[in-house]
Structure formats: C-alpha cells, structure tokens
C-alpha cells in the first residue's frame, strides 16, 4: 500500500472536478491502494542530474555513465556544453522520429487507398490532395485522382530518404525565412537523414561542438514541423477530411452508464476512425442491445481523441493525466490504444477493473494488454472484432462511478476552416484577423501546446494562461494535451467569450468563433506553421514569420516530441517558452545561451524555460508588445467604417 498516498489533495493535484472526484472517491474505498501518475510523482522524485538541473549526464559510451558539473569534464573530456547538446538533440530526435514516422505510415496508407488495397478508408478531400500534390511538385492536369493519389504517397515517402537538396514542403514557409535557413545551412534535406545524423553526430567522440551539434539540432526538428508532422496533418485531412468547426462534449462525464464505453487513446486516426464509424452501424447497436446495452459510446484520450474529435465531434474524456483516472471509473469495457503517451501502467490497471486494454500498432505491445495488429487491410474486421469484444465485455461491468460533469466546446479550426470563417465562403482570407492585430483589437496570437506533466498541477498553468491571455486581446490557439485542458474548463466554447477582452470578443462575437481555437493533436502543430505563413504573405505584418506579434508556450510539457515542437517553433522565428519542468539543461549555461541568445541572433525565435508562470505570462506579453512596437502597430489605432461609396472608391484605385 502507497504509505504517501494523497499527501497533496486533490485540489492541489488538478484543474480538472472530474479527476478530483475519481481521487476522493478512490480514496476513501477500497482501492485506496492502487497508485495512478499522481501518486508516483509523490513518491519518486525527480532526478536532478537528468533533468539537467544539478549537473549533467552522460551516457553515451561504456566510459560512462559520467556526471558532469562546470567544473568537471566526462572521462573522455566532454565539456558540460557539449553533453548537454547532444543529450537536447537525443531527444529532439526521438520527438521528430515520432512525429515523423506517424506521417509515415500515413503517406504509406495513402498509396494503399489509391491502390484499393486498404478497404474501408478511401479519400475525402480531394482539393486537399490536389494543393498537397502541387506542393509536392506533382502535375495534376488532366490525371486521374488516383493517380495524383499514388504519385502524392510516393513523393510523400521519398521525402523521408531523400539524401540531398532540400524538403519541398519549407517552400510554404515564407521566402524570407527560407533565406535565413539557407543561410544557416539548416535546410532538412530529408527527414530521416536528419534524425540519424543526429544519432550520429551524438555518438561518442564526434560532434563535440554545442552550437554546431544544436544547428543541427534545428535542422532535425524542421524536419519534423515542415515535414513529417505536415505530412501526417496533410494526409489525415486528405483521407479522413479537412476539419471544420464541431461542437461536442468533453469530460468523463462523457462515459455512459448505460452504454458500452469504448475509449480510443494514443495518436493514430486510422482505426480510431474506422471504429468510429463502425459503431452507428445499425447490426453492431442491435448486437450491444442484445447485451443489456443501450448503445455504444466512443470516447478518446489524448490526441487520437483530438483527432476524431477535430473530424466527428467524438468526446475527449481527458488529456494525458486523466488515461489511470478514467479506468477507474470502471465504466471502461475496452480501451484500444495505439502509438505514444499510453502509460505502461494501464496493463497492470486494467487487470483491476473489467477493461480490456487492446495493442493495435505493431509499433507498441504492453505487458498485460491483448495485442490485435492493425495491418492497413484488416482495419474493417479488426474495428468490429474490438467493438465486438467490448460489446461482450459489457456484462462483466461491476461498480461503476462517473463523475457527472462535462462541458461543451467547439473544436475543429484547421487553418482552412479559419480563413473560411474570417473571410465568409466568397473571400476566404486572413485579411480579417491581419486588420485586427494590426488595429489592436487582437493584440497578437500565442499557441498554447503540449502535455500533461504529473510534476505539475494537472491542467492548472494551460487554463491560467489562456485566461489571463484572453481577457487581455491574445487570441490563443491549441492542440493536443494544452487544448483538451482548456476545453474541459469551459473556455473553447462560444459562452467562453465573456471571459475575452473587448477587442478579441468583438472579432469573435463578428466572425462567430470561441475566444481559443482548438487546432488539433500534436502532429497539427504544423497547421499553426500554415498560419504563419499565411498571415505573413497576407501582408502588413512584416515580411517574416519572426516579425509577427505571436509566441508559443507548452506549459505543462513532458514528451520529446514537445521538445520537437518547440524547436521547430523556435526555428520558424517564433519565441517559445518551456515551463512547468525544465529543459534538461538547465545547468549547462553555454547551451541556455545558445538555444536563447544565440539562435534568437540567427532565427529571430528563442527557446526559454522559465519555471514561474506569471513570468511566462509576462514574458510572452512583454514578446509580443515589443514585436507590435517594431512593426509599429503599437499604438491603438481607430477602426475606420467604410461604407460602400468608400469600399467602390478603393477598388477602383
Ligand atoms: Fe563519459 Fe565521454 Fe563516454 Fe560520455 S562519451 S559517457 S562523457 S566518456
Ligand atoms: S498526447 S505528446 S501528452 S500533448 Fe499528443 Fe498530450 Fe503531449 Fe502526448
């Protein structure tokens, strides 16, 4: 039994009610003993060397494990600069790998689809396709669909082993940012040969140089933003379709009593969607009723959840933090999970409750899970087979406690559905949101990403920072982990706009969205890559991304892959603040000097760490002012009422 169970309360533990109610409940009956994320970051504590905060570590040869301070060289006198970078760089390159490989399999399905060899997925965006395929140099005239399809997977794939050159797709970045890139020789020239180079350069007795380890560092996580992430947000759309705003629910409330409740965690769409589909299937209803059911209910953790959620108005039950937490609700009959941020813990959770945990990525076994591969051709049978077998699982639902609380949100702003919405069907343009930044009713646009971290208040710093961001102007955009968050607090649906500044509400209340975008999962970052430049080549507010009144914050960050982000972010001109825990530098002063100062010097974006969360919010403002003055929209400016003799007499100029 966990002696230190609960020394921290539930309030103290979470933002969100719901988790806090799961806590008391549990803690007070007879699973007092079973231990979640919560209770071991209690009990563990937090190394202090690999978290860079009290000297460094390294690994990397049989020398080693050596322990670095200032003072003190590694045995083969690896300098703490030089360790520190190579350790940052590991793991940018685990977080692009990541994202990376996801986009992957997806450009793989794409080619399956245009062969007809993947049944039950086909393509359900074709202009989509069409601007990808352009994007990717591919002639579309006169040629069949298909074809585009096939040719499009193939270019898509041949980015990830192209040796030379440069990725096609770092031509959407504005050209001025292009020019810096080259410049700095940080051009991706494929997106695996980046990753390995790393694991190259980082292998004992290679690059021993921190700033030209982190160069290309930079190159690796571009990479990611402008390559596998892109094409892993490009390809979904063009399969499973282009987001459009969705309103739903979110929460465990969200679980139903009555139902059988399959839940979909991880970060794949694939299956999840063919799940989703699958289970309004009117026999597959007939069946659960036929087993005391009323229906099915599916639910998502994560960004698999963002995913159907972005697409099908799918219920996310809650974010990293909340995956132990909705088990122990024992109202789970099956949870399918497929690739990153499930916790090894749910294998031994599961066998406590009634749910069936399911492995479907050939990627990803867990012990205590039941492993049914998903292949690209079995994906019909297989999502039946598990709607099936939690259908079966219904009967063997025991105590079941479900926290009645949800909230209402509106998801669904791909950067396609935001142009659409400021500029009306006719005029899709950004031109609206330039005019209100430029005129101080917006202030600026901050993106608030990333995790979960059990080191810090669950969902506390997201839901701060986006209060205290949009009661004064910042419209703050989301994904993954940061976005569910903020839903779950009621701040991503329209009545959310009363909590807004004036001049961000009156943008909002004209165009009819929430005062906070959810943008999607974690590959979908790109989507606010996509953003950036469009605002840039809209005009008025400079000529690069890193001229823009705009920063990126992951508050709560704890995967490589938010590593990834940030440093792409960081790369395309943007300031990025890292808070909660800190970057795994932290005591390495010539690489905090390198990753702030010195690429802020070559890429006009820093990357900072900055454990107090009122001084993030104040940096990103103190960022963002300075940014507006330097463009020198920082003075309000009166809003000038045209009327249509006005409007005429400026089109004829
Ligand atoms: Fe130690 Fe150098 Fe080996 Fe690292 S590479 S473990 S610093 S000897
Ligand atoms: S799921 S990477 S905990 S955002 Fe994308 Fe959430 Fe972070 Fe995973």
Known sequence: MNKNKNKISPDELSEDRAVREIMEKMAAGDLKEIETAFDRAQTMKCCPIG???SGICCKNCAMGPCRVREDRTGLCGATMGTIAARNLARHIAAGASAHSDHGRDLAHLLGLVAEGKAPGFKINDELKLLKLAKNLGISIDDRDTKEIAKETSKKALSLFGQQLGEIDLIKLAPKKRQEVWRKNNVVPRGIDREIVETMHRTHMGVDQDAEHILDHTIRTALSDGWGGSMVATEITDILFRTPQAVPAKTNLGMLDNDKVNLVIHGHEPTLSELIVELSNDEEIIEYAKSKGAQGINIVGICCTANEVLMRQGVSPIGNFLSQEIAMMTGAIELMVVDIQCIMQALGELSKRFHTKLITTSAKCKIPGATHMEFKDNNGIELAREIITMAIDNFKNRKEVFIPNITDDLVAGFSHEYIRYALGGKFRESFRPLNDAIIDGRIQGVVAIVGCNNARVPHDKYHNFLTRELIKRDYLVVLTGCAAISTAKCGLMKPE?????????????????????????????NSRILTVLSEVVSEGGLGEDISDLPVAGIAPEWMSEKALSIGTYFVASGVYTIFSGEPIPVESSQEVKGIITKKWEEKFGGKLEYVSDINEVLN?????????RKALKIDVKKERVLFDMEARRGMENV
Not at 508 to 520: F, N, S, T
Not at 619 to 627: D, L, P, S, Y
């Open 51 to 53: 978290s860079g905060i």
């Open 496 to 524: 959310a706009l009363k909590y807004a500044g004036e001049g961000l509400r009156s943008i909002c209340e004209a165009v009819g969205i929430p005062p906070i975008l959810h943008m999607g999962s974690c590959v979908d």
């Open 619 to 627: 940096k990103v403002i103190g960022h963002i002012q300075a940014k």
